[in-house]
């Protein structure tokens, strides 16, 4: 079935690095794509969002490009801090479809 | 607002037995979702509704689940009879209307069936 995949389970920055998260998707109907974060012990936290009519999208220290040719998203983290550390989910959904699909999770250990 | 509220916060039951989680929305939203977490399956969702109404149960494992929303400030999640396969991190979501806008999630219900 279709399906949202991330490329890393885990990653590993230094303290002040930039860190780039991955995500794949397959339904080319998608249109709207969240990033969430999700603490241990705790529910999962909006990031950014970005809709297709997009393919860039600016927040504080954080960047998503969506590139719909290659059906890809991705996640940039600047100047990345030890508070970053989480697992860091992409969430699809396009018209006519009622629920987000999930990726599996990228973990972002961030190294002091 | 104190966001989306879900209890309790930690369930530990026995297989068998039946288990009740609770969530409250936040205020003026719409929109309310509950999802299972799990390491094998990750974040799945079970069944949303809108405006009390449920929209989408496809997500809902099998007729041992069932779900509710009397009113727009209060919705449970019942397993009857609750198996060992059952243990998981179940989440509530609620956002401002249907899908396509943010989701604020609940702390999570932790279920452990032994």
């Known amino acids: 079935g279709e399906s949202v995949g991330l490329h890393l389970p885990t990653l590993s920055v230094q303290e002040g690095d930039n860190s780039i998260i991955n995500c794949a998707y397959s339904?080319?109907?998608?249109?709207?794509f969240i990033w969430y974060k999700q603490e241990s012990g705790k529910g999962p936290q909006f990031i950014i969002d970005i809709r297709s009519n997009m393919d860039k999208r600016q927040g504080q220290r954080v960047t998503v490009l969506l590139n719909k040719t290659v059906k890809h998203l991705s996640l940039q983290i600047a100047a990345t801090q030890p508070g970053d550390s989480a697992v860091y989910f992409c969430?699809?959904?396009?018209?006519?479809?009622?629920?987000?699909?999930f990726g599996s999770g990228t973990r972002l250990q961030v190294q002091p | 607002d104190a966001g989306v509220i879900q209890s309790p916060r930690h369930e530990v039951t026995e297989m068998g037995q039946e288990v009740t989680l609770r969530c409250k929305p936040i205020s003026g939203h719409n929109s309310l979702f509950w999802y299972r977490q799990t390491m094998m399956r990750g974040l799945e969702l079970l069944i949303y509704f809108n405006n009390n109404v449920p929209i989408d149960d496809s997500g809902m494992p099998e007729d041992r689940f069932s779900a509710k929303m009397p009113n727009a400030s209060f919705s449970t999640l019942k397993i009857q009879p609750s198996e060992p396969r059952d243990s998981a991190v179940y989440f509530c979501?609620?956002?401002?209307?249907?899908?396509?806008?943010?989701?604020?999630f609940g702390p999570g219900t932790r279920l452990t069936v032994t």
């Open positions: 969430a699809e959904t396009g018209a006519g479809r009622r629920a987000l699909t």
């Open positions: 339904n080319s109907a998608s249109d709207y």
């Open positions: 979501a609620s956002s401002l209307n249907r899908v396509s806008s943010e989701q604020y």
